[in-house]
């Protein structure tokens, strides 16, 4: 029987307990952390205060004066070997559609602005990152970038940023790139980044130091409160959740951003039930079946 990584559990001063699924990212422990946390909250634990899911470990802040930590421990693990079957879960999650404008003026701009500090300042982002892949075709690379589905593994940085990584890829086939090697004092909001295997997409304006590849067309951290699907959040991002991104062009990501700002826009967002299993035994098949419907 195939099981989820082991956990090891540390304690982090008085109040935190850290659990480690693996040192390494690995989308099998994202799918623990996710089911783990959920349980946790499902319970709703007298003394635990916060509970965060991390890329392959996970977070527990707790009040040592309502629960000991040696105690909440023991039942963390007895939960956290529970998830470790993979036959035993299922992942209520969200497919959402993402518009993005690949190599577009602003990141390009943007390229020039800070290439200072960037390994090969006579490159745009995207055109060293297709580079570091293999890429001499800027369509083959848009295909290969907005053909794969990403997984939410963990929300943090700025304010809605949200780490996602590639599902069902082979290591070969991982679209990969290092950061800059000093960050950009500035950052466009809504901008596509890529950093190692993870992208983001800046909420914000501000620092960063992933590599800029396209422009999302709609926001990802809203305080407008205009749009319909972010009434109940701030943020678009849910750990857990498949982003899947559909190229468009000039005219397309012009009247997307119209929509926005008058409050019309509706995300493409499909909900569905993801089987840590099915995953494992099928890989890309399985993922794209999950989310069709979306681009």
């Known amino acids: 029987m195939f099981n989820l990584p082991e956990t090891t559990f ?63 421990v023991d039942y963390i693990r007895e939960i956290d070997f529970n998830k470790s079957d993979p036959t035993r879960l299922s992942l209520s999650i969200r497919a959402v559609e993402i518009p993005v404008w690949y190599d577009d003026p602003i990141t390009r701009e943007y390229s020039q602005r800070f290439k200072d500090r960037h390994q090969e300042p006579e490159l745009s982002n995207f055109e060293y990152v297709m580079k570091l892949n293999g890429f001499t075709d800027k369509a083959a690379f848009i295909e290969s970038h907005s053909s794969t589905p990403y997984l939410i593994t963990m929300v943090g940085f700025l304010p809605g940023t ?29 901008s596509v980044g890529i950093g190692g295997a993870f992208n983001v997409i800046y909420p914000v304006q501000g620092p960063g130091s992933y590599q800029l590849i396209g422009m999302s067309a709609v926001p990802v951290f809203d305080l407008s409160n205009r749009l319909t699907d972010l009434k109940d959040s701030l943020f678009l991002a849910r750990p857990g959740d498949v982003w899947k991104y559909r190229p468009i062009d000039e005219s397309e990501y012009l009247r997307i951003r119209d929509e926005v700002k008058s409050g019309a826009y509706r995300y493409r967002i ?26």
Not at 62 to 69: F, H, K, M, Q, V
Not at 170 to 183: A, H, L, N, V
């Open 10 to 72: 540390n304690y982090v001063g008085d109040e935190y307990i850290y659990a480690e699924i693996t040192r390494d990212m690995k989308v099998e422990s994202n799918f623990k952390a996710l089911a783990v946390t959920a349980e946790l909250r499902k319970r709703n634990i007298p003394g635990i205060i916060d509970i965060v899911s991390s890329n392959a470990s996970y977070l527990i802040r707790y009040n040592p004066e309502l629960i000991s930590g040696k105690d909440l």
């Open 162 to 190: 949200a780490w996602h990584f590639p599902l069902g890829a082979t290591p070969s086939e991982i679209i990969q790139s290092p950061k800059y090697k000093s960050p950009r004092t500035d950052t466009p909001e809504r």
């Open 270 to 295: 499909k909900e569905v039930n993801l089987s840590p299993l099915e995953y494992i035994k099928k890989g890309k098949e399985y993922i794209h079946g999950l989310i069709g419907g979306l681009g």
